[in-house]
């Protein structure tokens, strides 16, 4: 056992609850949490749709909290504090590997995004006809060079896109009560349903990687009560909102369709601006962030990772142009059973094993294979249970619908956790972090 060294934050670093919320709730306004409002504003009652967003954030709220107040108490980053559950080598390897597939993934989605809505507005403004695959291509690779050298100028288009898209929303959502198609959400029927669970989980898998990763941010909180108010103050009203909106939008155009939304508005150029810059200034960060993680895993450090965000970004553009929107719901569905069970052996190892006491808590060396199995173990229930396999053929025996994916993940490998450090008596010395 070791003291972790290096990361702590010092005392003046720490920051007001205020300032941490601002930034939970900037990261929920983004255009796929339109999307993913969208679908499941398609495919559930306005009211069930409402009722499975709010208990999807409810769990991201809970999750981000025991995580937040983890790193608040140890002022350590998640990639660190999950030494203690998982051994320093199996929290790098796990944690970078969640960590680039999600940024790899959700950079071939917003590409995707951007090259289907642009395809889809020159077309409907000059008739002119662009493979989607084509599209996405180009803005993937704009992404990514400017990703790759680090373009200065993204801050200022960053302030510029989203409240250009937030007023343009706006203009969309009241254009549709006063055209009057709004009455569809008259006695809403989706025409193709989802599954209630399936709404839960999609609206988990959108930001359950930024909640495991909180406590990057929470650290710099002040007390484990400003982690709380910022967690459920930052997620809950912005997420609602915004998924809910995208679901609105869904059911006046009969389209989760984001360009649809922009062109029934009669914003074909004006919101093309806005999503192109939207997405953009976001999936900058994805390749980045990606590039980062595949840095870690590798075992390079950060003078390598120009050279990784290329590689992430080129496969996040093969994905783009494979037509990885197509699978939005399976990866989301994916990240939803995967990463709830990581944090399950996290809250095990430092709530209930540790008491949620600082002196209890030190990193483990190496790999610990209690933790490790336990991720394991709880990962592939929350994928059997939760619907992973359903859209692989090959897979699809493996699909045992049960309850909730990820809270029947976290529940196995918390549990698993506890009884397989108990049964090895690897106990923890005492001493500070």
């Known amino acids: 056992m070791k003291k972790p060294t290096g990361f702590q934050i010092r005392e003046e670093e720490r920051q ?9 709730i900037g990261a929920m306004i983004c255009v796929p949490a339109l999307m993913i409002g969208g679908m499941i504003g398609a495919g559930l009652s306005l009211g069930m749709a409402a009722l499975a967003i709010f208990i999807g954030y409810a ?31 199996g929290a790098q390897y796990i944690i970078s590997t969640i960590l680039a597939i999600s940024c790899v993934g959700w950079f071939g989605i917003q590409a995707d995004v951007c090259g289907s809505s642009f395809s889809s507005m020159v077309e409907s403004m000059t008739g002119v006809q662009i493979p989607v695959w084509i599209s996405s291509v180009v803005w993937g690779v704009i ?5 790759c050298f680090r373009f200065s100028g993204l801050k200022w288009l960053n302030k510029i896109a989203v409240p250009l898209l ?42 359950v990687v930024a909640a495991a990763i909180s406590g990057d941010y929470c650290r710099f909180a002040k007390s484990r009560g400003d982690v709380v108010k910022s967690s459920i103050l930052g997620v809950l009203p912005a997420g609602l909102v915004v998924l809910l909106l995208g679901g609105i939008l869904a059911i006046c155009t009969g389209s989760y369709d984001i360009s649809v939304f922009l062109s029934t508005a009669g914003l074909p150029l004006l919101g093309l601006i806005a999503l192109v810059l939207a997405t953009w200034t976001t999936n900058v960060s994805n390749a980045y962030s990606g590039g980062l993680a595949l840095s870690v895993l590798l075992g390079q450090d950060e003078k390598k990772s120009q050279l990784t965000t290329a590689v992430s970004g080129v496969i996040g553009t093969a994905l783009a142009a494979a037509g990885i929107l197509n699978s939005i719901q399976s990866f989301l569905t994916l ?39 336990a991720f394991l173990a709880g990962a592939l229930v929350a994928c059997v249970t939760g619907g992973t396999f359903a859209s692989i053929p090959a897979l699809a025996f493996l699909n045992v619908p ?22 090895t008596g690897n106990k923890k010395a005492e001493k500070s972090a």
């Open 16 to 24: 007001s609850w205020g300032s941490i919320t601002m930034v939970w």
């Open 59 to 89: 769990l991201i709220c809970v999750l981000m909290s025991f995580m937040g107040m983890h790193a608040c108490d140890t002022g350590l980053p998640t990639a660190v504090m999950a030494g203690g559950a998982l051994g320093e080598k």
């Open 143 to 147: 992404m990514l060079l400017t990703a």
């Open 166 to 207: 937030g007023v343009v929303l706006l203009y969309a959502l009241i254009d549709n009560f006063i055209s009057g198609r709004a009455a569809a959400l008259n006695g809403y029927q989706p025409a193709a349903p989802i599954s209630f669970v399936s709404g839960i989980s999609l609206t988990v898998g959108s930001f």
């Open 335 to 373: 990240l939803s059973a995967v990463v709830p069970a990581l944090i399950g052996v996290m809250i095990a190892d430092y709530w209930i094993l540790g008491k949620g006491k600082l002196e209890r808590f030190a990193v483990r060396e190496g790999f610990y294979a209690p933790g490790i199995l």
């Open 402 to 423: 049960f309850f909730i994916g990820p809270i029947n993940g976290i529940a196995v490998s918390l549990i698993l956790y506890i009884l397989l450090v108990k049964a």
